[in-house]
């Protein structure tokens, strides 16, 4: 392989995080992307296995399901904080419960029909 002084291994429109919300379960789930094992393997060949840093995710929600590697208490917040070692680590990924709105809190609007 030729020297080069950049690699770019995501496309600019390359989904890299994603968050979704399930209705139904009353969740949002943060989800990085993962590398195939087979394109792992080939950058692993070419010497590019070089991908390493931490992603930290805070939030004040109940987490229902995470794959981070601490969790630091700061009160009311949580940091969940996953650190990449490799192209070969799995994805992080976050499962939040979502607040629910209680019916009393909405506006009675009966009371401004007089």
């Known amino acids: ?3 080069a ?3 770019v291994l995501f496309d600019r429109n390359e989904n890299i995080i994603s968050i979704t919300c399930n209705k139904d379960k009353s969740t949002m789930t943060v989800r ?3 590398i195939k094992k087979q394109d792992a393997n080939r950058l692993a060949k070419m010497g590019l296995d070089v991908v390493r840093g931490f992603i930290q995710m805070k939030t004040d929600g109940q987490v229902l399901e995470h794959n981070a590697d601490k969790v ?3 009160g009311a917040i949580k940091i969940y904080c996953r650190e990449i ?3 070969f680590d799995r994805a ?3 499962v939040v419960l979502l607040r629910k709105i209680r019916s009393n809190l909405l506006v009675d609007h009966s009371r401004f029909n007089d």
């Open 5 to 7: 002084r950049q690699v």
């Open 72 to 74: 630091t208490d700061k």
């Open 92 to 94: 992080p990924k976050k």
């Open 32 to 34: 990085g992307k993962c």
């Open 85 to 87: 070692r490799s192209v």
């Open 1 to 3: 392989m030729a020297k």
